[in-house]
């Protein structure tokens, strides 16, 4: 049986009202097989929105048998997702210059949660995350992030190359981790207006990324494995670019 460890809203209308009223919305679930008009113009309405959704079965509405809830779940964030522009808008009013993570097709929340963990603790001024393909922001996460994603802007964006270009316009010097980098990270200037995009440990960063990137940079790997813990080489970087820019 399946366990929710978000707020879930159920029932067509109120997860359209809950849409409508721009509530964070990380995904959908409907029943499988299910009809109907109102149902029509839910679906529409959420892909409309470009809000994830999955067809699921049956019993994964146990445990809201006695309730109406038509066949359709919603699950709702516990953290209000952020606006880059406005977070990095502050970040120069306060005569900083912006630091970023992209964390690019990240899916495991434990990896999710301890980036965020260290990137509060070196002073990240943003988090960036796809739409799809990424960890949700549930209690998991934030408890294994020590509580730094209810401190942290999280920024979920539709389109992360377009998010990317547009920092890039406004002087941020994008980074990407790849064991693929002729650099070592050690020899890359990040003392200025910084963008890290970190991949999945299975595929990497999306080649479409990685082609905006000004810099590729990697760690050394001295040892047998093939590479670190996605958490463990954010970690190295941030606190290089801490080290730098300090």
């Known amino acids: 049986m399946a366990k929710f460890k978000q707020e879930c809203i159920f029932g067509i209308r109120a997860v359209q009202e809950a849409i409508l009223d721009e509530k964070e919305i990380d995904k959908v679930m409907f029943r499988q097989?299910?009809?109907?008009?109102?149902?029509?113009?839910l679906f529409a309405l959420v892909r409309e929105r470009q809000i994830p959704f999955q067809y699921v079965p049956e019993e994964v509405f146990k445990p809201f048998a006695g309730r109406n809830h038509q066949g359709v779940l919603a699950e709702v964030s516990p953290i209000p997702y952020q606006d880059i522009d406005e977070v990095i808008g502050s970040v120069v009013a306060a005569g900083k210059t912006p630091f970023v993570l992209v964390l690019d097709r990240i899916t495991d929340?434990?990896?999710?949660?301890?980036?965020?963990?260290?990137?509060?603790c070196a002073g990240v001024d943003a988090i960036l995350i796809p739409n799809k393909n990424s960890a949700k922001i549930s209690s998991d996460a934030i408890k294994t992030s020590a509580g730094a994603l209810y401190h942290l802007p999280v920024c979920r964006e539709k389109n992360l190359k377009k998010t990317i270009r547009e920092l890039k316009r406004r002087g941020l010097t994008v980074f990407a981790a790849t064991e693929k980098a002729d650099k070592f990270?050690?020899?890359?200037?990040?003392?200025?207006?910084?963008l890290l995009i970190m991949g999945a440990e299975d595929t990497g960063i999306d080649e479409e990324l990685l082609a905006l990137a000004d810099e590729?940079?990697?760690?050394?790997?001295?040892?047998?494995?093939?590479?670190?813990?996605?958490?463990a080489a954010a970690a190295i970087l941030m606190y290089e670019a801490v080290r730098q820019r300090s």
């Open 185 to 194: 990270y050690t020899e890359a200037n990040m003392k200025d207006g910084c």
């Open 33 to 41: 097989g299910i009809k109907g008009d109102l149902f029509q113009q």
């Open 216 to 231: 590729r940079i990697k760690i050394p790997q001295l040892g047998k494995i093939e590479s670190l813990n996605v958490s």
């Open 109 to 120: 929340v434990r990896n999710l949660g301890g980036i965020a963990r260290t990137a509060e």
